[in-house]
């Protein structure tokens, strides 16, 4: 009672204020596990209490994002390829064999990660991922001997763009960088790749022995 009246209420901003200060750690020093995400997609029940000032403030810029936007949700880049931003349950394309989730500050709803093949692989907003990681991944990604594989993020830009880049290359769709960038902003004139992302897949396409151009 007597920090109420002192003006002890604003002792409620803690919860905010450790939200963001623990995000902070998470980008300073690349500590995607900071978010709680698990490969289902699911999120663990502390982090999602936690991290709740920052997922409900992460959840409505992207709904105002959407709601302005005049983008399609989704572009399909050839008959085994979608690129996407985070979907609604709704807005999911037919003839989708594999889902992949890039996104660690955002889920996917129930609808979308009871997908029989689901799969999320967290990473950072904007963030670039490690080549040899990368180069890794997008081998065990093959190419669906039935359906699409859907690559999605958050705006559907850096994250999925920079993963789909090196698994076009990889698979034999694209003969390269520039020529996988093309494929997908054709598809998505959205997909922009920040510095550190560029540098992950020239990392990660040296490393599979495809030409960076």
Avoid at 118 to 138: F, I, K, Q, R, S
């Amino acid at each position: 009672m007597w920090l109420t009246w002192s003006g002890g209420w604003w002792l409620i901003l803690l919860w905010p204020a450790l939200t963001f200060f623990v995000i902070s750690a998470a980008y300073a020093f690349g500590k995607v596990q900071f978010f709680g995400k698990r490969s289902d997609g699911s999120r663990f029940l502390l982090a999602t209490l936690a991290l709740a000032p920052y997922l409900l403030f992460s959840q409505s810029v992207w709904t105002l994002w959407v709601m302005l936007s005049r983008g399609r949700a989704y572009g399909a880049v050839n008959e085994k390829l979608i690129v996407a931003r985070r979907l609604r349950a709704n807005e999911l394309p037919e003839n989708v064999g594999v889902m992949l989730d890039l996104t660690c500050e955002m889920q996917d709803s129930t609808a979308i990660r009871s997908h029989g093949s689901y799969v999320c692989l967290p990473l950072l907003d904007a963030g670039a991922a490690d080549g040899n990681w990368l180069a890794t991944v997008v081998k065990d990604f093959q190419v669906p001997q039935t359906g699409r594989l859907l690559i999605h993020c958050a705006n559907g830009s850096g994250r999925t763009g920079m993963f789909a880049t090196v698994w076009l290359c990889a698979h034999g769709f694209a003969s390269g960088y520039d020529d996988a960038m093309r494929m997908l902003t054709d598809a998505r004139p959205v997909i922009r790749l920040c510095k550190s992302q560029r540098a992950s897949v020239i990392e990660a396409l040296a490393i599979l022995g495809e030409p960076a151009s």
